[in-house]
């Protein structure tokens, strides 16, 4: 199964720069599984050419991220999905991650805004979603 999530997951990938993705992003990074703890989470690059990407296999799934904030500027998460589904989006900073910075919900083409975020600090992302097999694409800067 997971096997063919990464191949959906790279395909996703490949339309989305086919047809209206920017060929000025980096490599996009895939999630790995394991990744359904803080532990065993993936690094996300920073920065508006970078792209992560994963696929949520059922409503149980989770996916976390982590990613390093390289200033004290302002922090924008920008999810983007070509499913219906609604993404559960929790921030922890590296420092506490018992209780979230930030909770939310997320859709197709919204961001999360996330201000005060320490410079040198690790921050982890956790990834959720409302229906099985959903496939998304991440941006934070």
């Known amino acids: 199964m997971f096997k063919s999530k990464k191949v959906i997951v790279s395909l996703l990938?490949?339309?989305?720069?086919?047809?209206?993705?920017?060929?000025?992003?980096?490599?996009?990074?895939?999630?790995?599984?394991p990744n359904d703890t803080i532990?065993?989470?993936d690094y996300c690059t920073t920065g508006g050419d970078s792209?992560?990407?994963?696929?949520?296999?059922?409503?149980?799934?989770?996916?976390?991220?982590?990613?390093?904030?390289?200033?004290?500027s302002l922090t924008y998460?920008?999810?983007?999905s070509s499913y219906s589904a609604t993404y559960y989006i929790s921030i922890y900073d590296g420092t506490n991650v018992s209780v979230p910075i930030y909770?939310?919900?997320?859709?197709?083409?919204?961001?999360?805004?996330?201000?005060?975020?320490?410079?040198?600090h690790t921050y982890f992302v956790k990834v959720q979603a409302s229906e099985?097999?959903?496939?998304?694409?991440?941006?934070?800067f």
């Open 103 to 120: 909770s939310g919900t997320l859709s197709n083409g919204n961001n999360v805004y996330v201000p005060g975020l320490q410079q040198g």
């Open 39 to 41: 532990p065993t989470s």
């Open 13 to 33: 990938a490949s339309m989305m720069l086919v047809f209206g993705g920017s060929s000025a992003l980096a490599a996009p990074v895939f999630e790995s599984e």
């Open 77 to 80: 998460m920008f999810v983007t």
């Open 132 to 140: 099985p097999d959903s496939y998304y694409s991440m941006q934070i």
């Open 51 to 72: 792209l992560c990407q994963g696929a949520i296999s059922s409503t149980s799934d989770v996916d976390y991220w982590m990613f390093y904030a390289n200033s004290s």
